[in-house]
């Protein structure tokens, strides 16, 4: 619901997002800097896009806070706020949390990482499609980790080639069932959908799919478990959760492409608790989309994923 209020004529000139943290109580100053660069604050009727906006005695102001579909993550707790590692006029690199949308769907309409992005910068390029600003890749939602996010026209059509020409590299940690007997493996293997289901699937002889590629590389075993990386040539959706499905070493906590057989070992009791599947973006490395600047930027494990692999080494040691 709208909120109007009209500053006393006494009172000194101010910071706008000092007035509306000191009229608008409960809301962090920062959230409030969102709304109002998100052109969500006007000032004597005109929209306002800078805190730091000075306004005197006597202004008119209203606020028109977002909706109340808020993005949650993992564990359900609201995130109010991108976590932003680097920016600059062109792009933004954050670190996405487990249980957050990358852009709207049926299932999901709202409290994305394209709503927060909108409520951070405003206006950002839609190549992807209005329903996606800023938006270049995308993870799925129980995935945490790196992401990439254009701020201007010419960032997006470049950084939109870079993906295309595979010149981005990608590297993602997952904590998978079964211990591989390969030190790496590339699997190439066209991904196809299963009719009537949300599910993908490796095509086999014959069949015609999206080509991908992904090269895997086992960097700790235990009993019954490995800690891999995987680094994906291409990006087809759901890639590397299909292809370790495919070889035998499905994903902890995937729901949907999870053990189906015998053979895993499931994780007993007393394992730390992994509310999603086990998979993290962990680093990115690709040239800057208008200098041509280098550029890296890694994600440690987030702590679900990080108690997890630490009582791994501790209590499932390699036999």
């Given at each position: 619901m709208q909120e109007h209020f009209r500053l006393p004529q006494d009172q000194t000139e101010q910071r706008l997002d000092r007035v509306l943290a000191a009229e608008l109580t409960g809301r962090s100053r920062s959230k409030l800097q969102q709304w109002i660069r998100a052109g969500r604050v006007r000032v004597g009727?005109?929209?306002?896009?800078?805190?730091?906006?000075p306004v005197g005695g006597g202004a008119e102001v209203s606020v028109d806070p977002p909706p109340e579909d808020v993005a949650t993550d993992a564990a359900g707790e609201p995130v109010e706020e991108l976590v932003v590692l680097w920016e600059d006029r062109h792009l933004a690199v954050i670190d996405k949390p487990a249980g957050v949308v990358t852009h709207p769907n049926e299932r999901y309409?709202?409290?994305?990482?394209?709503?927060?992005?909108?409520e951070r910068w405003g206006a950002l390029p839609t190549q992807q499609g209005e329903d996606r600003p800023g938006i270049v890749h995308r993870l799925d939602r129980m995935t945490s980790g790196l992401l990439i996010l254009a701020l201007s026209e010419e960032a997006m059509v470049e950084l939109m080639r870079a993906f295309r020409e595979r010149e981005v590299e990608k590297t993602y940690s997952a904590l998978v069932h079964g211990v591989p007997r390969f030190d790496s493996e590339w699997i190439d293997a066209p991904i196809l959908r299963v009719p009537r289901r949300?599910?993908?699937?490796?095509?086999?002889?014959?069949?015609?799919g999206r080509p991908a590629s992904t090269l895997i590389e086992c960097r700790e075993r235990f009993h019954g478990f490995a800690h891999i990386h995987a680094h994906p040539k291409t990006g087809r959706t759901h890639q590397i959760r299909v292809h370790l499905e495919h070889l035998g070493h499905p994903i902890i906590g995937d729901r949907l492409y999870g053990p189906r057989g015998a053979l895993e070992v499931?994780?007993?009791?007393?394992?730390?608790?992994l509310l999603r599947q086990a998979l993290h973006a962990r680093s990115l490395r690709f040239r800057h989309p208008i200098s041509g600047d280098p550029l890296a930027f890694d994600s440690p494990l987030p702590a679900d994923m990080a108690a997890l692999l630490e009582w791994l080494r501790s209590s499932r040691p390699a036999s």
């Open positions: 009727g005109e929209v306002v896009t800078r805190p730091s906006h309409p709202r409290g994305t990482v394209a709503d927060l992005a909108r949300e599910r993908l699937r490796v095509g086999g002889s014959g069949e015609e499931p994780l007993p009791p007393e394992a730390p608790c």
